[in-house]
């Protein structure tokens, strides 16, 4: 079973950066090529995909947050990045990694099952 660890996320004023990083423990139950994303949740809204990634790295961006935000990873050190720069008020959510079969990726997030713990991140105006 995969367990994943968050970290970083903070408060920061309205163009400022943070960092998020998600520690993958574990190894996963179904076979195949994993691919992660990282999802967001502002208060009283739905989950929304903001970036994904492949097993070779190949990212993919919603595009509200194309040309500010950098997803990467770490295949050696199971690990997760998300580099989040020119950061606006609406940003402000909780972010959630998750760890998907590729080949579900495009399916709703309900059938996810391995999501990190969530981690805060505030822009204030």
């Known amino acids: 079973q995969v367990s994943l660890v968050q970290s970083g996320g903070g408060s920061v004023q309205a163009g400022g950066s943070l960092r998020l990083s998600c520690a993958v423990l574990?190894?996963?139950?179904?076979?195949?090529?994993?691919?992660m994303a990282w999802f967001r949740q502002t208060s009283g809204k739905d989950y929304e995909k903001v970036a994904a990634?492949?097993?070779?790295?190949?990212?993919r961006y919603d595009d509200s947050v194309k040309g500010r935000f950098a997803i990467s990873r770490d295949n050696a050190k199971n690990r997760l990045s998300l580099q989040m720069d020119s950061l606006k008020p609406e940003d402000t959510a909780i972010y959630y990694c998750?760890?998907?079969?590729?080949?579900?990726?495009?399916?709703?997030?309900?059938?996810?099952?391995?999501w990190g713990q969530g981690t805060q991140v505030t822009v204030a105006s």
């Open positions: 998750v760890s998907v079969p590729c080949d579900q990726l495009g399916t709703s997030y309900d059938v996810y099952d391995d």
């Open positions: 574990g190894t996963t139950t179904t076979p195949g090529p994993y691919c």
């Open positions: 990634i492949d097993v070779d790295g190949t990212p």
